[in-house]
């Protein structure tokens, strides 16, 4: 049975920073793509980065470029997003899906293209 669970949310001052953690059980992550998405109260949702394990190739949406970092950990068949210089805009669900596909282009996470199994997500509260 494929499942992700998302882990790491919580409560943090601006400036502040989280890892959010993306366990993947029922597949390995070997040339698959993990994309994190969020969706902000009354907002759509929003795809933040992704990093596809096939070639290596990662992606990030303007808002948190040069702020997250998305890797993987294949022993432990995670995807892992460190999260630095938290804003309160950055307050969210956080999600994080999965596409199947190794050939996935990690930008099509701009219009939630593809991602097989999601996640039930897990909640960063940015908020002094």
């Known amino acids: 049975q494929v499942q992700l669970v998302e882990s790491g949310g919580g409560l943090v001052q601006p400036g502040g920073s989280l890892r959010l953690s993306c366990a993947a059980s029922?597949?390995?992550?070997?040339?698959?793509?993990i994309g994190w998405f969020r969706q902000a109260p009354g907002k759509e949702r929003e795809g933040v980065s992704c990093?596809?394990?096939?070639?290596?190739?990662?992606y990030y949406a303007d808002s948190v470029k040069g702020r997250f970092i998305i890797s993987t950990n294949n022993a432990q068949n995670t995807v892992y997003l460190q999260m630095n210089g938290l804003k309160p805009e950055d307050t969210a669900d956080y999600y994080c899906?999965?596409?199947?596909?190794?050939?996935?282009?990690?930008?099509?996470?701009?219009?939630?293209?593809?991602?097989?199994?999601w996640g039930i997500g897990t909640l960063v509260t940015v908020s002094s």
């Open positions: 899906a999965a596409d199947l596909h190794p050939n996935y282009d990690c930008s099509d996470i701009k219009r939630l293209y593809g991602m097989d199994y």
């Open positions: 029922g597949f390995t992550l070997d040339y698959k793509a």
């Open positions: 990093i596809n394990n096939n070639d290596g190739s990662t």
